[in-house]
Structure formats: C-alpha cells, structure tokens
C-alpha cells in the first residue's frame, strides 16, 4: 500500500496510521500544490475528514425530521414507554453501529493486505459483506439498504412539503412536494460525504434549535383544555410508535460511507454512541414537553408544528428544518449515488459535471413516491419495521456472528470485543439478543402494527392525496346560512337540539 499512503491530502491533513496491518488514507485526493487562502477556506468548510465530522454527520443524520414525529409516538405508547423505548434502542443502535464499523475494519484491512487502493473508491456495506460473506450476503444487504434509503429519501421530501405548508398554505402539499423535490435534486453536485463537513454542522445546530423550540413552546403554551394523556389504548398503535422510535436510532445505513470519508476510520468506534447520547438531550425533553401540553391531539397529528401557535419562532424552526431536511435528503441519497454510479461505471470518474448528470435518474422514483404515499408518521414506522430492522440492526449483528464464528477468524481478528462486553462470549450473547429482539418486536409486531396502520392512511386519504393530514378550507360565507339550516333540520329529525348539534 505504499502508493495509497503517498496521497497528498492525508499527508497534509492527517499521517496513515496502521491498524493490524491495513493502512488508513482518504478516497479523494486534493490535488497537492501550495497552500492559498482559497485552499485553506475549502478545507475548513468543505473538506472533512475528522473525528468531529464523522460526529457531526452521525448526529444530524439521527435526528432529522423524526423529531418532528417522536410526539406523535409518545401519544401511541404514552410517556413512560416512549422514554424507555429511546433509551433502549439508542443503546442498540450504538452497538450495532459499532459492529459495522469492527466489520469495515476488518474488511478494509484484508483488502489492503492484498494492495488493494481505494483512493478513487468508497466502499460501501454491501461490499463489506461481500468482502467478508460471499455474494449472498452482498445481495441481501444491497436490496435492505438500497429501499431503506430510498424510503428515507421519500420521507425527507414529505416532510418538507409538510413543515413549509405551516408556513405558507396557499399551495397545498403535493405541490410543494414538486418544488422540493427540484430543489432536493441539487445534491447530485455533492461528491461524497468527505464534503458535507459545513452541512453536517449547521444541520445539528438547526436541529438543536428545533428541538428546544418545541420543548420550551410546549412548556410556555401549557396544557390544553381537557388534555388527556389515555395512550397506550390499542397494541396497533402502541407498536407503530415503538416503530418509528425504532428508525429513530437507526440511521447509520450510512455508517461505512460517513467512516470511509474519515482520515482514521479506526476512530469511529465509539462515535455513534458520543452522537446518540447527543441526541437522546434533543429528543427525549421536546417529544415529553410536546406530549404533556397536547396528550392526545397528536394522534392525529404526526407533525408536532401543527399543534403549535405560529409565531417568528415557529416559523424559524420550519425554515431550519427545511434546510436540515435538504441536507439529510444528500445524506440518504449520497450512497444510492454511489451504487448508481458503480452500475454504469461512472464511480471513479473525475468530472463531478458528469457524475452530477448521470446521478439524476436516481431522484426520479424518490420525488414520484414521495407524491403516492405522503403519509408523514405512518411511513417512518413502516419503514422502521421493515427495513430498518434488517439493515441496522439483524443483518449487522448476525455478519459479525458469522465472521467471526470460527476460531482462526476470532484470534486473526483486526478488533478483537473489549474485555467489558465479555469478548466474544458476551459479545455472541448481545448479537443474539438483538437479533431475536428485533426480529420478534421491531419485524413482527412493529410490521404487523406499521402496515396495519399505514394501509388505514391509504383508505381513510388514499393515494396521491392532495394535502395530508390538512385542515379543512373555510366554507364561503354564502354557504354558512344554508349549512346551519341543514343542522337544524338534522337536529328536529333526530330529536336532537340545534344547539347540541352545532356544538
């Protein structure tokens, strides 16, 4: 690997440091030359490759816009099981991150002892399990997590459509789905995730600010008249909210790309827990805040801003989610990307004019399915249930059974299980737990309960409904006589009086 580490940009930024005997260097290079001012400024907004990044990313990847839906959950399971619930599967989704990354290392360390160069390469999970597994293995991962990002692109595109309309509602949703969807395809110019290092910044801040926005909103606006707080009430609804709690903590289907763009991935280990813990600060006080104020309004309502008065505030936090929601669509899309590319032999070309026009076939099905099923809560719990649990959390724990299940494999291992997880014994026990876990919990009740429910959105609003989940417009003042006249005549017929009827 002595051409690998001769990369410019990993001897001007970061030395490659050795781990068993695989050698750690960046995918890109920058090109050399002197140092300018220009350079310097790329460098700090554009070009990053540090532990911090690779925190940053991990961070504003996990919270996006299911922090807008966790209220709506809190309202299906009620406060103590929505708590308990991000407690546990933050701490799963900070173990099976964990696997992926020994697994990343171990893969690129095998290839790298056969001189093999990923400069112009980023490696992805389907070639992890390919390099570790067999084809088989690639397969099944390539198919979990390519419809996993896909459908996490498609939520990205719902959810702006449904934070700008709080804004502005003068076009319903469908059509503000149309304008992001345009707008969300500027991504394509992005190259790879070593370039998000300002997005990934900014990201968490505007999260941040969103989250405390409605923690202290739900606080100051009190609770409303008549609150009642009766979840959980059916096991449909309590699942489907252990669901989308479920893909909360599941974001790291970008865990090999965020690691790859690292100078030391090695470093990576304990990151995703250092992000969650984060998280679980923005998370836990905004869907307990929102919960306590509206109870059981949010059982129809998925999004928590539709609860809230609009004022200057409100309205600063849909403007910074939308533009959160701009960059996690780059996040989720990013690695589709790179499949797309690989597919048509574009990966390692140099002109980002040219990658940039043939990754705009991949937005196509994500703005069209965005348009059919625009249901907000719902798709997040059935995506948690389905993809979700595979991706992050079975497939990652039973690789990392499987490779290591022999003895050779266990003591040539790159990063053998820390001694206080119990090595590899406790470290099997754990994988199976979550295994068996969240294939019973999270795959069956959760898909059992998510589809459920989601098919009830289709039938209640069917698809390519126009505006989800919307108030209804005001009737013409025209009207208003003749409807009041149809009450009372209701009201005589049934025996009821005009006035309960009205009511």
Known sequence: MGSAADGSLANEKAPAETVGVGRYVE???????????????????????????????????????????????FSQLGMLSGILFQLFYGLLGSWTAYLISI?????????????????????QW???????????????????????????????????????????????KRTWTYIFGACCATTVFIPSFHNYRIWSFLGLVMTTYTAWYLAVASLIHGQVDGVKHSGPTKMVLYFTGATNILYTFGGHAVT?????AMWRPQKFKAIYLMATL??????????????????????????????LPRTAFRDAAVVLMLIHQFITFGFACTPLYFVWEKL????????????????????????????????????NSAVGSLLVSFTVYIIPALAHMITFRSAHARENAVEPPPRFVGRWTGTFIINAFVVAWVLVVGFGFGGWASMTNFVRQIDTFGL????????????????????????????????????GSEH
Not at 256 to 260: R, T
Not at 292 to 304: K, P, Q, R, V
Not at 355 to 360: C, F, K, P, Q, T
């Open 464 to 499: 390519f409904t126009k505006c989800y989940q919307c108030p209804p417009p005001p009737l013409p003042p025209a009207l208003r006589p003749l409807l009041l006249r149809r009450r009372i005549s209701s009201a005589a017929t049934t025996g009821i009086t005009a006035t």
């Open 27 to 73: 995918m890109e290079q920058d090109g050399g030359g002197p140092s300018t001012a220009k350079s310097r400024l790329s460098g700090l907004l554009w070009h990053g490759g540090s532990a911090y990044d690779a925190w940053f990313s991990c961070a504003s990847n996990q919270v996006a816009q299911v922090l807008l839906t966790l209220p709506y959950s």
């Open 256 to 260: 090999v790309e965020i690691m790859h």
């Open 126 to 172: 389907f070639e992890v399990l390919d390099g570790l597994l067999g084809r088989h293995w690639r397969n099944v991962g390539l198919a979990f997590n390519c419809t996993f990002l896909l459908f996490g692109s498609v939520i990205q595109l719902i959810a702006c459509a449904s934070n700008i309309y709080y804004i502005n509602d003068k076009l319903d």
């Open 278 to 307: 984060y998280v679980l600060t923005l998370t836990l006080p905004s869907a307990a805040s929102v919960y306590w104020a509206f109870g059981d309004e949010l059982l129809t309502h998925s999004n928590a801003l539709a609860l």
């Open 103 to 123: 697994l990343y290392v171990e893969y690129r360390t095998r290839k790298e002892r056969e001189k093999v160069d990923f400069r112009n390469h980023v490696i």
């Open 344 to 379: 048509i032999g574009l990966h390692d070309c140099r002109s980002l004019c040219k990658r940039a026009a043939a990754r705009l076939p991949v937005v196509v099905p994500i703005w069209f399915l965005a348009i059919i099923f625009p249901f907000f809560g719902p798709i």
